[in-house]
């Protein structure tokens, strides 16, 4: 039930002739060089983080599988470290709320769908090494597109018909308060290890009208927290969003409960206005996925993405909300 957009703060390139989406300011040609140019140079180290965390997970699953079924053979035997991200600069989106946004590893609560690990690492561009202790925070809409603290709103309008059916003119991503309960499923967050890396489990996301399937992220420096297991304050220094492939996205969409979200088509990533801003550059906002088991990655999978992110670009940005009072987690 909610259109995703977003604002990043600062991860990596863009191309500038998609750096504007409903309203917000141009970059300058100056900074985009910049941020191409951070990635560029840090290419090289973010594909081995990212080759280094799967081989590590791959090791422990192959170790596993075997003490449990020999004779079963392994998805494991490779390494995909192509897939490096270095995040560029999108919308936020009208449906980010940090007041729902918990400290934890597991932000699934009870929603039904194909479990999903995130295994995120965070790529400092400013040294090309892993980033420790960087509150990575992510949501995404559930198996038939309701967003958590939103699910009053209709997943089946894009949000310009949502602001004309709410008679709203102006909307300021993360400022203007939509929300409509205080719901905090499929929303989580938590600061990376020392060798930069976090894990977050969750179910993969359904669609909702107008957008291709995706989960969002920010990542945070300097951060501090509310007594409720919420953020208090930090420095945002990346939002992003993150795509599957569609063969896999095909594969998981003809099972329920997504098979039942069948109101509105679902948008393809060969359509998705934002998907092409994310590529530029050469890098992919694709999570390189493999199934738990080895095997079958409808009963699970595990993704693999890396953020760079430009620690030279600090802000507290006008889309946080300091939490007022504690959530109560229904």
Known sequence: MKFSTLLVAGSSLLSATVVQAHGDAILPRSEVQRRDQLARRCAGAAGAFNAKRMAKRSSSMVKRQATTAPEAETHYKSIQNETCVMTPEVIMGPYVWPMSQLIRTDMSEDQPG?????????????????LQNAMVSLWHCNATGDYSSFE???ENLTFTELKEKLGLTNVTYGVTDLHTGNSTWLRGMYPTNKEGMMEMKTVFPGFYAGRAIHIHSQVFTHWTLAPNGTMRSGDLVSTGQLYFGEELTQQVMALEPYARHTQIQRTGNDVDKFIGGSMAGGYSPFVAVEPLDGADVTKGMVGYITLGVDTANLSRPPNYIEPAEPVEKK
């Open 114 to 130: 194909v479990p999903l690990t995130l295994d995120i690492g965070v790529l400092d561009m400013a040294t090309c090494e892993p």
């Open 152 to 154: 009053e709103l209709d």
